[in-house]
T-cell receptor, first 115, second 115 residues
Framework: AQTVTQSQPEMSVQEAETVTLSCTYDTSESDYYLFWYKQPPSRQMILVIRQEAYKQQNATENRFSVNFQKAAKSFSLKISDSQLGDAAMYFCAYRSEYNNNDMRFGAGTRLTVKP | NAGVTQTPKFQVLKTGQSMTLQCAQDMNHEYMSWYRQDPGMGLRLIHYSVGAGITDQGEVPNGYNVSRSTTEDFPLRLLSAAPSQTSVYFC??????????????FGPGTRLTVL
């Protein structure tokens, strides 16, 4: 089964600075999809960004971008110009092309933003 | 649209009691799923459904039952609650048309404590 590892339980960033959250995954598949979800204190999970593995170009969504390294099985999230509202748990997730009913999540990284 | 709604928000049960966690969505999504979130483990899939009358097991199905009689509703039943089922439960839905690239829309979660 695929596993997703987030090696940073907690991260901290100064407001307006840039922070990178790490995610690695283990798979033998060639086609899959990767996601970053944000969970603020309200507990509501919100999609931040997603990437299709067959696309080499890194996805971007405003201040959020990813560094997708397929060979290294790495999918890091970069948050630029950090804002207080970015403080949350961030989960990396993997979804197979072949068994797309099963989404695998990492353990999460808690991001603190300091004013 | 209300999106994905879950009731109750909090629940305390005694060991051996049964209960049903309710989930409803008003987006006409075919796919619905239940996850549990435990500290340090991210979200794990319990059961999922790809349409009315169709359900299947996820990663951690033991002790839980589901049914899908309508597109809108996907209740999760705990048959005989155990302390190991203390967790936060999330319901999610997504349309099937984009396949595994779909964004999943999550409910606000139910915090369940089993004494």
């Amino acid at each position: 089964a695929q596993t997703v590892t987030q090696s940073q339980p907690e991260m901290s960033v100064q407001e307006a600075e840039t922070v990178t959250l790490s995610c690695t995954y283990d798979t033998s598949e060639s086609d899959y999809y990767l996601f970053w979800y944000k969970q603020p204190p309200s507990r509501q999970m919100i999609l931040v960004i997603r990437q299709e593995a067959y696309k080499q170009q890194n996805a971007t969504e405003n201040r959020f971008s990813v560094n997708f390294q397929k060979a290294a099985k790495s999918f890091s999230l970069k948050i630029s110009d950090s804002q207080l509202g970015d403080a949350a748990m961030y989960f990396c997730a993997y979804r197979s092309e072949y068994n797309n009913n099963d989404m695998r999540f990492g353990a999460g990284t808690r991001l603190t933003v300091k004013p | 649209n209300a999106g994905v709604t879950q009731t109750p928000k909090f629940q305390v049960l005694k060991t051996g009691q049964s209960m049903t966690l309710q989930c409803a969505q008003d987006m006409n999504h075919e796919y619905m799923s239940w996850y549990r979130q435990d500290p340090g483990m991210g979200l794990r899939l319990i059961h999922y459904s790809v349409g009315a009358g169709i359900t299947d097991q996820g990663e951690v199905p033991n002790g839980y039952n589901v049914s899908r009689s309508t597109t809108e509703d996907f209740p999760l039943r705990l048959l005989s609650a155990a302390p190991s089922q203390t967790s936060v439960y999330f319901c999610a839905s997504s349309p099937l048309r984009e396949g595994p690239y779909n964004e999943q829309f999550f409910g606000p979660g139910t915090r369940l404590t089993v004494l």
